[in-house]
């Protein structure tokens, strides 16, 4: 986590932007909720999402 937390930074300096960075992660099996996931992720997107029937 320390890691996106890290990449998520350098993104705001490079781009000087001032909007708030959302890290949405898209994972086949889901992710595991603990309290590192609840603190650095905003929002997940897992297989059943993407290919759910309309």
Same mark, same amino acid.
């Given at each position: 986590?320390?890691?996106? =937390? !890290? #990449? %998520? @930074? &350098?993104? =705001? *300096?490079? @781009? #000087?932007t001032? #909007?708030?960075?959302?890290? @949405?992660?898209?994972t086949?099996?889901?992710?595991? #909720? !603990?309290?590192? %996931?609840? !603190? %650095?992720?905003?929002? *997940? &997107? @897992? %297989?059943?999402? &993407?290919?759910?029937?309309?």
């Amino acid at each position: 986590m320390e890691n996106l =937390r !890290n #990449k %998520s @930074t &350098l993104f =705001r *300096q490079l @781009t #000087k932007t001032r #909007k708030g960075i959302a890290l @949405t992660l898209i994972t086949s099996c889901g992710l595991v #909720k !603990n309290s590192y %996931s609840m !603190n %650095s992720i905003h929002a *997940q &997107l @897992t %297989s059943d999402d &993407l290919f759910a029937e309309a």
